[in-house]
């Protein structure tokens, strides 16, 4: 069974941190796709970055930066110099290989940028 | 170009009323997903459709929820009777029939349930 775990509920940081999300997943897919939404205090889901099983270089746009590590099956995302407009909910999504497009959820990092 | 464009933004109404939402998906997406939010449980997947046709239903909590999709450009999500465990946000969201593609969510429905 697929699976996606986010073990940090809640982060606090000051603005002009960097700060890190992590997700660990789990999929007996050997082709897979992992995404990260991010869901701020006005509710809406939006798609921010994805990545697929077969590409493990770290990524970079802008303040954001994203990696897959396959030996940890861990999918973390990176926000450089945090403004308060990233406060939100950030969610990690899984998408098996098969024939389904299904994404499965984490249950969200809450990340809160003090001014 | 336009989003998912979901309907109403906000529906209030009493136990035992039936509650329809719409969702209009993204022009060319051929897989359709609605969603439930809620602080207990999260994120739930409810129902979805590809081109039209009900794939996995087995989100849907129970024979007071039903979903349609008539067409490649519309889809309702019915509730009859409603419950107030039913208060939620219900979220529709919209890709291309391939897991590698993102979905994307409309701004969702804020039901709630007195």
């Known amino acids: 069974a697929q699976k996606v775990t986010q073990a940090q509920t809640e982060i606090s940081v000051v603005e002009k941190e960097d700060v890190t999300l992590d997700c660990v997943y789990e999929?007996?897919?050997?082709?897979?796709?992992l995404f990260w939404y991010k869901q701020p205090p006005s509710g809406e889901l939006v798609f921010l970055i994805r990545?697929?099983?077969?590409?493990?270089q770290n990524e970079i746009s802008g303040r954001y930066s994203w990696n897959l590590q396959k030996s940890t099956s861990s999918f973390n995302f990176t926000i450089t110099a945090s403004q308060v407009v990233d406060s939100a909910v950030y969610f990690c999504?899984?998408?098996?290989?098969?024939?389904?497009?299904?994404?499965?959820f984490g249950t969200g990092t809450l990340l809160a940028v003090q001014p | 170009d336009a989003g998912v464009i979901q309907s109403p933004r906000h529906e209030v109404t009493e136990m035992g009323q039936e509650v329809t939402l719409r969702c209009k998906p993204i022009s060319g997406h051929n897989s359709l997903f609605w969603y439930r939010q809620t602080m207990m449980r999260g994120l739930e997947l409810l129902i979805y459709f590809n081109n039209n046709v009900p794939i996995d239903d087995s989100g849907m909590p129970e024979d007071r929820f039903s979903a349609k999709m008539p067409n490649a450009s519309f889809s309702t999500l019915k509730i009859q009777p409603s419950e107030p465990r039913d208060s939620a946000v219900y979220f529709c969201?919209?890709?291309?029939?391939?897991?590698?593609?993102?979905?994307?969510f409309g701004d969702g429905t804020r039901l709630s349930i007195l």
């Open positions: 969201a919209s890709t291309y029939d391939r897991p590698s593609q993102p979905q994307h």
């Open positions: 999504a899984l998408s098996g290989g098969g024939a389904t497009n299904k994404l499965i």
């Open positions: 990545r697929n099983s077969f590409d493990e």
């Open positions: 999929t007996r897919d050997t082709t897979y796709y």
